[in-house]
């Protein structure tokens, strides 16, 4: 039983790189892809390989959560993914939208506090106004004036995952089950996306090189299933916030990432208003911490 916050052992370090090194390598790896793929459609493979990988181990949600889970999938797997992978490919670095991304931690916490009536103090207030702070500043760069639609899409991807987090409260299914129904009820509307602003996928699916292949099986594999995985195995076992303040090297290596292999060009702002952003989950994830109540102990689904 995981009755209190308890301290991580070298095995767990050891899953926190491997998540970190997943999520990072996904931003390298599907932007290399997203020059071939437009984005709706990558999101589409994504969802469609998973929905193959992990159909047979699926069981019928009770009737009771489709509601829900219908959310859970629209938000997290199709609208979240889809724009976040157009708003990677429309930008010209990868830490802008690595970092944009994490605004999604302050998001919930004002969502809980409007649609469920969760109360925060004036410590996680001011930690919430730091990364919005952040995401203004970073939004200065001049680069990223010059064409700042890729920062308001990646906002936008935020706010998605952010109201399907909220939808996630309280839904009982293990990570199989949970990614497996995302995938299957997700690829519907992406497609459908797809299909209505990119055009006939066929000929791109076609003409696709190995290199953009091998992105859609690494987002699938690697930073899904591997990424995620080691991720619900370790809030099982650990409150969530203990574990967030260590992904967050995961956008700050993606960006070191991004400049050594993609040459990317990154301005003081970016890297300023970042600071700001990742500081201000960060002191969320202690508040949050600190506030962890005892939880039932779970059983392991992997």
């Not at 699926?58 to 859970?72: E, N, Q, T, Y």
């Not at 469920?116 to 939004?139: M, N």
């Not at 497996?180 to 699916?205: C, D, H, K, R, Y």
Request: charged share 10%; aromatic share 12%; hydrophobic share 55%.
């Amino acid at each position: 039983m995981r009755s209190e916050a308890r301290g991580l052992n070298a095995r767990e370090y050891g899953q926190i790189s491997l998540i970190c090194l997943a999520w990072a390598g996904n931003f390298i790896f599907s932007k290399m892809s997203l020059a071939e793929f437009p984005p709706f459609l990558f999101t589409a493979l994504r969802l469609l390989l998973l929905a193959l990988l992990l159909g047979a181990f699926l069981k019928k949600p009770d009737r009771a959560i489709w509601p829900r889970l219908g959310l859970v999938a629209l938000f997290n797997g199709a609208l979240h993914f889809g724009l976040s992978f157009w708003s990677l490919k429309l930008s010209h670095n990868i830490a802008s939208p690595a970092i944009v991304m994490q605004s999604y931690v302050p998001m919930v916490a004002l969502l809980a506090w409007w649609l469920l009536g969760e109360k925060f103090q004036w410590r996680t207030g001011t930690a919430i106004a730091v990364s919005f702070i952040g995401v203004l500043v970073l939004g200065l760069d001049p680069e990223i004036l010059s064409d700042p639609l890729p920062v308001f899409i990646m906002l936008a991807s935020a706010l998605c995952i952010a109201l399907g987090t909220i939808a996630m409260r309280d839904l009982k299914m293990g990570l199989i089950e949970l990614q497996g129904w995302t995938a299957v009820l997700g690829l519907l509307p992406i497609s459908l996306m797809s299909f209505v602003f990119e055009g006939n996928p066929m000929p791109i699916i076609e003409n696709a090189s190995p290199q953009a292949w091998f992105g859609v099986i690494y987002a699938a594999l690697a930073a899904s299933l591997v990424g995620h995985g080691l991720f619900f195995h370790l809030i099982k076992r650990h409150p969530v916030a203990q574990i967030t303040p260590y992904l967050l090297i995961a956008p700050l290596l993606a960006s070191l990432l991004g400049v050594f292999f993609l040459n990317d060009s990154v301005g003081f702002r970016v890297w300023l208003g970042g600071g700001l952003v990742l500081s201000g989950v960060f002191a969320i994830a202690l508040r949050n911490l600190q506030k962890a109540k005892p939880v039932p102990p779970a059983i392991d689904s992997l």
